[in-house]
């Protein structure tokens, strides 16, 4: 007698706990999709366009950030480096190569969920293109610490915690080049950890 | 068992159909999407700064040269014109609708004489303006754009601190007024 109400409760289980876990997977697990990924760097150029895809705008409207124009620029994230190893703020990195062509670049450290963290006081907040120091050659090495470093150096939050770089470049062609084998973005390796 | 498996089979369609119309529908009801936000600031017609943490509007913009501005605006019944001027080493400015879709984007490279002089406009109201364009408007750029509703982004960066004043300057100056059609050509604009 209680067979039929049972499968049908079963059903229903099944279909509200899945489509909302599986939706709330999909939004966090990404912005949806139209990607770019060049190495350890990814950017949405139509993420803020009307022929962006459902999950990109279900994905901004929850986030609710001011997302950057295709004349404005674009906005690549790294949250693992080259080895597929997430970032965190007790390992030390370096960025070295160079960015795709863009009028002005900058650079800075957030927190697993894209928010600026704590600036360390009396420390800079980030890089950008107009003062790093570069190789002969015109491409950089920075240094992503939380002890100083020669150099070029990116300070990092003293703590262990998982972080996002978030490289932005300004006036690009990138977002619309159909060449985009020919783009590059600086390498992100891992130094070492802690004090090894 | 065969009637377990159906059960799980009806189940997991039923879950499908759920992830997809939460998927679709969602924009429509957040309240955490940027339009909302913008409109959280205050006024229309009017800059407001951005900062870097998230406030009561719930916007922010953590990248530390850049200084962002937020003006929302309703085209139904007048354009809008978008003026600001400054000695910036970069601006940009993006017009989105109410749904946050791109509508326009733009930098100071493109534009006349350095400074930004958009005017924003419904289809209608273009039509009208174009037919006898004021003396005010020749060097303004013209946007047209369907959707009664949305909300500009004005950028500009200091790349060095000592530039930062100059960029707060620009950003202050910035108005978004609304622009009367068949005013007195140099009655109301004189920025």
């Known amino acids: ?196 | 068992m065969l009637k377990i498996v159906f059960t799980v089979i009806t189940g997991l369609v039923g879950a499908a159909l759920l992830h997809l119309i939460i998927i679709l529908a969602l924009p429509h009801f957040t309240g955490l999407d940027a339009y909302t936000g913008v409109l959280a600031k205050g006024d229309l017609n009017r800059f407001y700064g951005v900062g870097k943490r998230p406030d009561g509007s719930g916007l922010s913009d953590g990248d530390p040269f850049l200084q962002s501005a937020v003006c929302a605006f309703d085209i139904e019944d007048q354009p809008v014109r978008l003026v600001a001027g400054g000695d910036v080493p970069f601006w940009s400015l993006a017009i989105y609708d109410s749904s946050s879709n791109e509508v326009f984007s733009m930098n100071d490279r493109t534009s006349v004489d350095g400074g930004v002089d958009v005017l924003v406009a419904s289809p209608v109201a273009l039509t009208t303006l174009r037919k006898a364009l004021p003396e005010s408007l020749s060097q303004s750029i013209l946007v047209e754009m369907p959707r009664a509703e949305g909300y500009v982004v004005l950028r500009t960066l200091s790349p060095r601190k000592s530039l930062e004043d100059a960029a707060q300057a620009f950003l202050a100056g910035a108005t978004c007024d609304a622009f009367a059609i068949g005013a007195t050509p140099g009655a109301s604009s004189d920025q």
């Not at chain 1, 939706?23 to 993420?47: M, Q």
Request: glycine share 12%.
């Open chain 1, 1 to 196: 007698m209680f067979r039929v109400p049972l499968y049908v409760a079963l059903a229903l289980i099944i279909a509200f706990g899945g489509g909302i876990a599986t939706t709330l997977y999909a939004l966090n697990a990404s912005s949806g999709f139209g990607a770019i990924k060049l190495g350890a760097w990814e950017a949405f150029p139509r993420a803020q366009t009307a022929d962006a895809d459902p999950y990109a705008k279900s994905h901004r409207a929850r986030a609710g950030k001011l997302l950057l124009g295709t004349a404005e620029g674009l906005k690549f994230t790294a949250t693992q480096d080259d080895g597929g190893q997430p970032l965190r703020s007790s390992c030390r990195y370096r960025i070295t190569g160079q960015t795709p062509p863009a009028r002005l670049w900058t650079l800075y450290v957030a927190d697993r969920g894209g928010n600026a963290p704590i600036a360390r006081d009396g420390l800079p907040a980030g890089l950008n293109s107009w003062v790093i120091g570069r190789q002969p050659d015109s491409s950089f090495v920075i240094s992503v610490a939380a002890d100083a470093q020669s150099g070029n150096w990116l300070p990092l939050p003293g703590d262990d915690r998982a972080v996002t770089l978030a490289l932005t470049l300004f006036d690009t062609p990138t977002a619309g080049s159909s060449g985009l084998i020919d783009l590059s973005m600086p390498q992100l390796q891992r130094i070492g950890c802690g004090h090894a």
